[in-house]
């Protein structure tokens, strides 16, 4: 079955450095990946949209690569600042089916 | 533009209850998706509406149920109420042609 995992483990990371979340998938080839970001109590807020033909993308602070070989994306976000502490949700997108899968997210913290 | 609404915000129901929560999605957007979140399963996708039709559905009983109207509001009905059913409910809209998701703050439903 289609399967997505992100580290269930929170990332503690000291402000300034550069926080790399991670999110592999099985059994599935999306057409688009995309990344949210979720505060307690509060809805998803999307970040960026990778397509599948894109190897890289970038958003002020934030990058996203996407490696269809190796069925992985990687979320990068530089200079991280306490603000940036949420939990962060990797997404695929099977644009046939129109279903979003949704993985169980990362919780990063920002020490500062 | 306003954001995705979701009323109500909060809801206690008991076993056996049923419950309908409504959607107000972002003024043009056509597709709206709903989501019930709990700490251990993360999001799972419920259904998507575009254009009053149910165009997609996830992997939930009957119970569950939804329908759109011509406004694009959407509501989402639970029956006979759980206590496995307490969760965050989110809904989601997205713009034609984009598959960029923007949540409402999500319905907090408790069964007791």
């Known amino acids: 079955s289609q399967k997505i995992e992100q580290n269930s483990e929170a990332l503690n990371i000291q402000e300034g450095k550069t926080a790399t979340l991670t999110c592999n998938y099985t059994?599935?080839?999306?057409?688009?990946l995309q990344w949210y970001r979720q505060d307690p109590g509060r809805g998803p807020v999307f970040l960026l949209l990778?397509?599948?033909?894109?190897k890289e993308k970038r958003k002020e602070r934030l990058k996203v690569t996407f490696d269809t070989t190796l069925k992985q994306s990687l979320f990068h976000i530089t200079a991280s600042q306490p603000a940036d502490s949420a939990t962060y949700l990797c997404?695929?997108?099977?644009?046939?089916?129109?279903?979003?899968?949704f993985g169980t997210g990362t919780r990063l913290k920002v020490l500062a | 533009k306003a954001g995705v609404t979701q009323t109500p915000r909060y809801l206690i129901k008991t076993r056996g209850q049923q419950v309908t929560l409504s959607c107000s999605p972002i003024?043009?957007?056509?597709?709206v998706s709903w989501y019930q979140q709990t700490p251990g399963q993360g999001l799972q996708f419920l259904f998507e509406?575009?254009?009053?039709?149910?165009?997609n559905k996830g992997n939930f009983p009957g119970r569950f149920s939804g329908r759109q109207f011509s406004n694009s509001r959407s509501e989402m009905n639970v029956s006979t109420l759980e206590l496995g059913d307490s969760a965050l409910y989110l809904c989601?809209?997205?713009?034609?042609?984009?598959?960029?998701?923007?949540f409402g703050p999500g319905t907090r439903l408790t069964v007791t």
């Open positions: 989601a809209s997205s713009p034609q042609g984009s598959y960029e998701q923007y």
């Open positions: 059994n599935y080839s999306p057409a688009y």
């Open positions: 990778i397509r599948e033909n894109e």
């Open positions: 997404a695929l997108y099977n644009s046939g089916t129109y279903k979003y899968i």
């Open positions: 003024s043009g957007h056509r597709s």
């Open positions: 509406y575009f254009s009053e039709t149910q165009r």
